[in-house]
């Protein structure tokens, strides 16, 4: 069973940066590709992005240029680094990981592992 926690969210003002860390344990790591999500008030879940087990992240287009994933495996570590927030980052960011690929990784029920969430909140 794989633990996943995040931490690193908060408030911050638009135009600012936050960096979120999410720690994995219990499983072997670097066997999993690793995904951000998040959810805002009202809306579904959606996804931000993927480190594939091999290959080169990628993005949800309203983050591109703004956000970067990087993995630690040594760390067990993976995180997001969200720059040039806006108020419609608002949300509450989850962490998961993809032990068993599917073909489908930006669709939520791909992941078998999640994160308990932490709130960023990005104020004007």
């Known amino acids: 069973q794989v633990q996943l926690v995040e931490s690193g969210g908060g408030l911050v003002q638009a135009g600012g940066s936050l960096r979120l860390s999410c720690a994995a344990s219990?499983?072997?790591?670097?066997?999993?590709?690793m995904g951000w999500f998040r959810q805002a008030p009202g809306k579904e879940r959606e996804f931000v992005s993927r480190?594939?087990?091999?290959?080169?992240?990628y993005y949800t287009d309203s983050v591109l240029g703004r956000f970067t994933i990087s993995r630690d495996n040594a760390k067990n570590t993976v995180y997001l680094q969200m720059n040039s927030l806006k108020r419609e980052d608002t949300a509450v960011y989850y962490c998961?990981?993809?032990?068993?690929?599917?073909?489908?990784?930006?669709?939520?029920?791909?992941?078998?592992?999640w994160g308990q969430g932490t709130q960023v909140t990005v104020s004007s």
């Open positions: 219990g499983g072997t790591f670097s066997n999993y590709a």
């Open positions: 998961a990981a993809d032990a068993v690929i599917t073909g489908r990784p930006m669709d939520d029920t791909e992941y078998e592992y």
């Open positions: 480190f594939p087990r091999r290959g080169t992240p």
